[in-house]
């Protein structure tokens, strides 16, 4: 069965659905799936690609290129 033939199923399955906590425990469940994806998928910098943001935000800092916390929260 194709992977798009088993998506068609998985709808029909759920629309047929009339148990909320069956429901409830797909949509968790689905969450907490993307959610680990995401997890594997970080990567930390490297020490040397932390400093070299710093030196660029010190360099912009240094050039004006800001915003401040006032005009940060007047904006939001």
Request: glycine residues 2%; negative net charge; charged residues 35%.
């Amino acid at each position: 069965m194709s992977i798009e033939q088993r998506k068609i199923q998985l709808v029909q399955t759920m629309l047929r659905l009339e148990d909320e906590q069956i429901i409830d425990s797909v949509e968790k469940l689905i969450k907490d799936l993307q959610l680990k994806s995401l997890e594997n998928d970080f990567k930390p910098l490297t020490q040397k690609q932390l400093n070299a943001r710093i030196d660029a935000s010190e360099a912009d800092f240094a050039n004006g290129r800001f915003t401040s916390a006032e005009a940060l929260l007047k904006k939001f």
